[in-house]
Structure formats: C-alpha cells, structure tokens
C-alpha cells in the first residue's frame, strides 16, 4: 500500500502544472489628518471574500500596467501605479468545474489619487478603507497579509515588503 501511495503522489506531482500568473494592485492612501497609511480592501465577485484588484495577463500590457487596468475596473481607484512589483503571493482559484488551479500573484503597489464614483464593475463588490494590520486580520493568503503588515510601515518601506515578501 505504501508503495501505491508513493506512485499516486509521484504522479501527482509530475502531473502538476506552474501556476497560473495573476497582477495585482495593493491600493493605499494617506490619512489627511494623520500620516497614517490606509488599504482597500475589496469583496470578490464570487464568494466575498475581502482581496485586492487582481486579473490575468492582457495582451501587450505590462505588469503594473494591468494591476493599475485592474484597480480601475474593480474599484474605480486611480493613481500611481509601481512599475516595480511590491512583492508577490500564492492562491488556489476555485474554478466552475470545481478544479482548483494554482496562481501567482504579482503585487504592485499603487498611490490612490482620485475614486471615481462610476466605474465597470460598480455595485457587484464591497470597498472599503482600513488599517494594513485590519485588511491583514480580514484577508485568507498569508504572504498577502505579510504585505499589507509591511505596509504598515509606510510607503517608504515597500522596498523592505518586496524583499521580505519574495523571500
């Protein structure tokens, strides 16, 4: 039996694919009365739970360049986007089938400057601004939390976040 153990999982392993790559925008602000920094936080479309605006690679854009597409569509966020990325994190996607698929996420943090009140994906999720350490408590992947408590620090630290993150 064990041996049958063995084969099933070797197999396994040789069967699966590298994840599926993913670009994402850490949105954040700075309190107008105190410089203290501030996430968004967002519901997903499907199960809502709290992430960030994340979406597939799309033809001849950049990575940063489809995380800023993103913040745009999912919650109508624009700014200045890091065309160096903040760091990364893993998650298995549940899709229809009920196949789960391994993605890597690109993370690219981007300076909120302006919410627009209109935008494509209005009204099917939740937005809402709060402490790195409280999207941190509300989101599931750790290596997404571990970036949100290295923003804590400050944009300053992103530098810091990115190569903690990527360790």
Not at 127 to 135: G, I, K, M, N, R
Not at 151 to 161: D, K, N, T
């Amino acid at each position: 039996m064990h041996l049958l153990n063995r084969i099933t999982s070797d197999i396994a392993l040789m069967l699966r694919r590298p994840p599926k790559q993913q670009y994402a925008a850490l949105c954040y602000r700075m309190k107008k009365k105190r410089s203290e920094i501030e996430v968004l936080l967002l519901t997903s479309r499907d199960s809502g739970r709290w992430v960030i605006a994340k979406g597939w690679p799309m033809a001849a854009k950049k990575a940063h360049a489809v995380a800023e597409r993103e913040a745009y569509e999912e919650a109508g966020a624009k700014g200045k986007v890091d065309k160096e990325p903040l760091g990364y994190y893993h998650y298995d996607k549940a899709l229809r089938s009920g196949l789960k698929v391994p993605v890597r996420v690109q993370v690219h943090a981007l300076e909120v400057q302006e919410m627009l009140k209109d935008f494509p994906e209005k009204g099917s999720r939740r937005l809402e601004w709060v402490s790195p350490e409280e999207a941190a408590m509300r989101v599931k992947e750790p290596e997404l939390k571990a970036l949100f408590l290295q923003m804590a620090h400050g944009p300053g630290s992103r530098a810091e976040a990115a190569s903690t993150a990527a360790a």
